[in-house]
Every structure is written in C-alpha cells, then in structure tokens.
Nanobody, 119 residues
Framework: VQLQASGGGLVQAGGSLRLSCAAS????????MGWYRQAPGKQRELVAA???????NYADFVKGRFTISRDNAQNTVYLQMNSLKAEDTAVYYC??????????????WGQGTLVTVSS
C-alpha cells in the first residue's frame, strides 16, 4: 500500500486544517494507521493512530484538538486539526502500522505534507 498525504498549508494560530492520506490499495485489511509529524531539528513523533476497528489514541499535545478518522471505503485516513498552535508547525506523515501491547508501530510511510501555523 502506497500512501499520499495532502491538505497541508499555511494557517493562522487558532485555525483549522484537515489532512488526508489516500492509499493506493485497500486499507480495510490494514491493522492500524497513524499520523506522525516532524518539526525542523526535531525527531519524528506520533500524533495519533487508529485501529482497524476505529479505536483512536492521541499524543497528549494534541488531545482535544485533533481527531483521526478512517474511511475504509475510500481507502483514506484523515486528521482534523483544530485550534492550531505555532508549535504544530511540522511536516506531517501518515503511516500504516500495528498495535502491540497498546503501542502503535509504523510499518510504512507516505510522503509528508507541510503544515505551517503562523502566530
């Protein structure tokens, strides 16, 4: 499965963006999907992940602001980002993956999409 992320752009602090991750094949059999981000000079970090059954988990720094969802019929995973902050500025990547002992592990990556939040 190849992944293509889109929806990034420039937004003012407090604004919203919706990222999409389109898969080249069916994701209905993919165990889990996730969104990561990488800011300049920092390591890539997990933002949110969602299981095949739709159970989602979030990093503390986005809880209550971001929502991950998946549409298996459209082979697409979304990340709705609200109340954006300057520190959310990063390249966002989607990934396939799996859960082990409640921890999400990525298995493949798509290309990223840049999100820039101006303060």
């Amino acid at each position: 499965v190849q992944l293509q992320a889109s929806g990034g752009g420039l937004v003012q602090a407090g604004g919203s963006l919706r990222l999409s991750c389109a898969a080249s094949g069916s994701i209905s059999s993919v165990n889990a999907m996730g969104w990561y981000r990488q800011a300049p000079g920092k390591q890539r970090e997990l933002v949110a992940a969602i299981s095949s059954g739709g159970n989602a988990n979030y990093a503390d720094f986005v809880k209550g602001r971001f929502t991950i969802s998946r549409d298996n019929a459209q082979n697409t995973v979304y990340l709705q980002m609200n109340s954006l902050k300057a520190e959310d500025t990063a390249v966002y990547y989607c990934s396939t993956g799996y859960y082990s002992w409640g921890v999400f592990h990525p298995t493949s990556w798509g290309q990223g999409t840049l999100v820039t939040v101006s303060s």
